[in-house]
Nanobody, 112 residues
Framework: QVQLVESGGGLVQAGGSLRLSCAAS????????MAWYRQTPGSRRELVAG??????ENYEDSVKGRFSVSRENGNTVHLQMNNLKPADTAVYYC???????WGQGTQVTVSS
């Protein structure tokens, strides 16, 4: 079973940037679609961005133009987050839906 580990979260001021990374224990992202989700306390996990194995990207409306997902290689995917807003504060997870695999999450906190 592949394992996913997120990193790169932290505290940033509004307008700042962070780059999240998702590392897989074996080559995965060149063969499988992946997705970034986020969740705040008391809310459902929501899709933020997706990256298909073909390279096709999709984004939730509120992050379009600010977030960008990219694949470094079969083991590593990044989520570049620019112009961050307090509403982006959440725990961010990477996932490979077809394999039903999730990382442990990384906290992103954006202060106003």
């Amino acid at each position: 079973q592949v394992q996913l580990v997120e990193s790169g979260g932290g505290l940033v001021q509004a307008g700042g940037s962070l780059r999240l990374s998702c590392a897989a224990s074996r080559s995965t992202f060149n063969l499988n679609d992946m997705a970034w989700y986020r969740q705040t306390p008391g809310s459902r996990r929501e899709l933020v961005a997706g990256l298909a194995a073909t390279g096709l990207e999709n984004y939730e409306d509120s992050v379009k133009g600010r977030f960008s997902v990219s694949r470094e290689n079969g083991n590593t995917v990044h989520l570049q987050m620019n112009n961050l807003k307090p509403a982006d504060t959440a725990v961010y997870y990477c996932s490979v839906p077809m394999l039903n695999v999730w990382g442990q999450g990384t906290q992103v906190t954006v202060s106003s």
